[in-house]
């Protein structure tokens, strides 16, 4: 996730876009683009409303729609189904990907539902 506010702060205080993508992990490309799409909005200046996810939203609505296009998985709900017995990752992901399409969403990739699961079973 690319951190605006910083990218920003550090811009405005006049810090070299190089300087920038070292301080803030991202590359000297999304650094600039960030600047770009900033001025070309006409952010002069950051006050305490602009958070780093309204920036981000701001300057990126295309990737904010993209991104709401799926449908939501209930985990808790996959985590109980996979306790019983003949339940796999790959037919719990079958019935939300039917049921994402009967909604009119975008599922996910099988891959991704099972990444997804996992960061969701590491946590509990």
């Known amino acids: ?7 920003l702060e550090l811009y405005f205080d ?10 803030a ?23 305490d409303t602009m958070t780093n996810r309204w920036l981000e ?13 799926y449908f939501p998985v ?3 709900k996959v985590h109980k189904e996979l306790q019983k017995k003949n339940v796999t ?3 719990l992901h079958h019935e939300y990907a039917v049921e994402a399409r009967e909604g009119g969403k ?11 699961y996992g960061k969701y079973a590491e946590k509990i």
């Open 25 to 47: 992990g991202d590359s000297r490309n999304t650094v600039a683009e960030v600047i770009r799409r900033a001025k070309k909005l006409g952010i002069e200046s950051l006050n």
């Open 106 to 116: 975008v599922s996910y990739a099988y891959r991704t539902f099972c990444e997804n």
């Open 57 to 69: 939203e701001f300057l990126f609505p295309e990737k904010q729609a993209s991104e709401k296009g």
């Open 74 to 76: 209930e985990w808790e």
């Open 89 to 91: 990752l790959a037919l």
């Open 14 to 23: 006049e810090i070299s876009q190089r300087t920038i993508s070292s301080s």
């Open 1 to 7: 996730m690319v951190n605006c506010r910083k990218i």
